[in-house]
């Protein structure tokens, strides 16, 4: 899924400008879906082109005038097109998971520092969520659950493995260390 059906997912809520888009993403996508405003503007500004969304300037006081997006029929009606489609798998994204692929390159105690890290990360986004699933529409808390659901078993993973990978550190550790000394 691109940024432009994001967009348009969010004007599905209601009318918006870029600003606001960008904390809807924010507080309902942070968890699985990053997108920049370098990556909104654009997208809209393609969305407005193509008459998917339609785009009324409001003047604020002491500001910059505001641009407010909403849908159009066309654009509702690409939305319902785009999410009718399968999704594509899951992609993960994580410079944590390829310092753990070198975890025996690295000293024990950092290993174990960065899992305590992403065990703690882990928890916070679990008690986040864990919020976020009593509130909202019943699609909104399924999203949250599943999230949260993600995130406590990848805690509970590191938890129960993370021996693994500090082992193999450790063992680097001590070869470095012996040869260093020379024996």
Known sequence: MDVRTLCLGVLSLGDASGYEIKKRLEDVFSHFYDASFG?????LSRLQDEGLVHCETEAQAK????????LTVDGRLTLVTELNNLPGRDRVR?????????ADLLPAGTVGEMIDRRIDEHRTHVAELTDKECGGTAAQRFVAGYGRALYEAAANYL???????ESEALLAQVGSD????GE
């Open 39 to 43: 990556s909104i503007y654009p997208a």
């Open 178 to 181: 012996r040869a260093a000394s």
């Open 159 to 165: 938890e129960e493995n993370r021996y693994l990978v």
């Open 94 to 102: 994580s410079e944590f998971l390829v310092a753990m692929c070198f």
């Open 63 to 70: 500001r910059p005038d505001k641009k407010v997006y909403s």
